[in-house]
């Protein structure tokens, strides 16, 4: 057989497969406004190499219109064909006849909640679904950007102080006027996750006095950061679990923290829950707590989902008690926002597709389970229960060290030695640099005594200045600092050419360290201006 004769069918290189569709369905819950891909997300979804598939009407909810998801490359579909793709990527998870509608082999992606719902597990089991939980996501670095409860837990930090300040019958900033003044409303938030830190960002931004508590010391600095009051109770410090996950609180940390709740909710206007450990509400704050309370007082309890951090709460529900404290049960926060809320939740989702697409932007979905952030969130897989995930090691939560128990006399003699010592050696430098102080002043012209008494006020006063100035001016602070950068850079640039050698080096330093601070100070401004900016 000749090369001529060869069949050129067997020379042509085989297709590539067909990508894969993704489905977006319509939510069914009632009162559901979000929908788990907006027209954005959907275009970085195509520019994945997926077909994707969107129910007719799917976002309306959300104001995102069928002609919107069109434009962006999707198609729009009954919903028989959007529950028949390849991916099925929803909020909530299905209902049992949806379920059905879902091909045997296909992948689901939603919030599915697998450690309440065994049973839900089973049933994508035994049609033999794929199912990946966004919820579920373990807590390391590299899979924040799949987070769903961090997303979640940040629009609902955000919307339960929006909530609260419908309910107060008061404003929260203070205010001055010629007809007297008010003082700001006092928020208490329990709780520095990542819903308790957007709800303390959010008040703390309507001019509230916002103090915050959370069972984690090393959360006290982020609190501080935000303009907050860091609540510390002795002796509570928590542990975190293996997955990132917080671990429920011992007797002795309970015992610590109630008596300071007691103390906290008296004497708060607002009071903001947010513990959830593993789907479970801890009791935080008893009947009791809010029988002392002010009347017009509010409780928001974001952990009503979970049965409720406040004994009177009732999920999904308005309680106003007899001394007129209003409980807010609300588990619908999220939709209350759907638009922000679609498009973050889109985004997570976007973030999973990437990784689960190895190739390059073939539409091709490759699940590797030897990957711990996906076999983290797959719960089943031809036809086996895949869940629970065997642990995934977590190096930021470090062990901590066994306590020392130390005779308290002891103790205490060393405390006072080493604090005596330490004063002797503040005396001892303070006397020691009052007499160089003292010397350099005798000893030189006066025009050095003139401009070194600026200097020496200028230390003092900007001293007391940089540490009275509040987190949040910060920004127009650095501003500032920038200006008089630019000053001493011009006084520098004028010397430069001084025929003194001492005058000539000092002058290059200047404007050396000037232009550091100058240039440095615009560039964290342009990075800070860009959070701000709108994208296209």
């Known amino acids: 057989m000749t090369s001529s004769t060869i069949d050129s069918a067997a020379l042509e290189e085989p297709e590539a497969p067909a990508p894969m569709t993704i489905g977006v369905p319509r939510e069914t819950r009632p009162g559901e406004r979000l929908v788990a891909a907006t027209p954005k997300t959907v275009g970085q979804l195509v520019a994945l190499g997926y077909d994707v598939k969107v129910e007719a009407g799917a976002g309306e909810a959300a104001t995102f219109r069928d002609a919107d998801y069109e434009a962006a490359g999707a198609t729009v579909v009954p919903s028989a064909q959007v529950w028949d793709a390849d991916v099925v990527t929803t909020v909530n998870a299905p209902t049992d006849a949806d379920l059905a509608l879902m091909r045997a082999g296909s992948t689901l992606v939603s919030v599915l909640n697998p450690g309440t719902r065994p049973q839900l597990v089973a049933d994508l089991a035994a049609c033999e679904v794929t ?284 405390e006072a030695a080493a604090a005596k010592a330490k004063a002797f050696r503040r005396v001892a430098s303070s006397v020691v640099a009052a007499v160089l102080v003292v010397l350099a002043v005798a000893f030189s012209p006066f025009t050095f005594v003139s401009a070194f008494t600026v200097f020496a006020l200028s230390v003092v006063v900007g001293f007391y200045v940089i540490t009275g100035v509040s987190h949040s001016l910060h920004t127009p602070l650095m501003a500032q600092t920038n200006a008089i950068s630019g000053i001493i850079l011009v006084g520098a640039l004028l010397q430069l050419g001084s025929q003194n050698m001492a005058v000539l080096i000092m002058s290059f330093v200047a404007a050396t360290i000037a232009s550091i601070n100058i240039f440095g100070g615009f560039l964290v401004s342009f990075r800070m201006l860009a959070m701000f900016k709108k994208e296209a």
């Open 131 to 414: 199912a990946l939980a966004l919820d579920a996501v373990p807590r390391i670095s590299r899979a924040q950007a799949l987070d769903v409860l961090s997303t979640m837990s940040n629009v609902a930090g955000y919307r339960a102080v929006i909530e609260a300040a419908e309910e107060y019958g008061g404003m929260f900033a203070g205010q001055v006027t010629a007809a007297g003044k008010t003082q700001p409303a006092s928020v208490f938030v329990i709780g520095a996750g990542v819903a308790g830190l957007a709800a303390l960002g959010a008040s703390v931004s309507l001019g509230a006095q916002v103090r915050a508590f959370d069972v984690r010391p090393e959360v006290g600095e982020q609190i501080e950061s935000m303009g907050a009051t860091f609540v510390q109770a002795a002796a509570a410090q928590q542990q975190v679990s293996a997955d990132g996950y917080a671990a429920e609180l011992t007797a002795e940390q309970e015992r610590l923290t109630m008596k300071m709740y007691a103390e906290e909710t008296a004497k708060a206007d607002i009071v903001i829950t947010t513990a959830l450990v593993r789907g479970t509400a801890p009791r935080t704050i008893t009947a009791a707590m809010v029988a002392a309370m002010r009347p017009g007082s509010v409780i928001v309890d974001l952990a009503a989902s979970g049965g409720g951090n406040c004994e009177l709460t009732k999920p999904g529900e308005r309680v106003v008690t007899d001394n007129g404290v209003v409980i807010l049960g609300y588990t619908d926060l999220t939709s209350r926002m759907p638009k922000h809320t679609s498009q973050l939740f889109g985004t997570n989702v976007v973030n999973l597709m990437k990784l689960l697409t190895p190739g390059k932007k073939d539409g091709r979905l490759v699940l590797d389970l030897d990957d711990p952030v996906q076999r983290g969130m797959t719960v089943a897989r031809a036809g086996e229960v895949l869940w629970p995930p065997p642990p995934v090691q977590v190096s930021a939560a470090q062990p901590m060290p066994p306590a020392v128990v130390e005779d308290p006399v002891l103790k205490a003699s060393r």
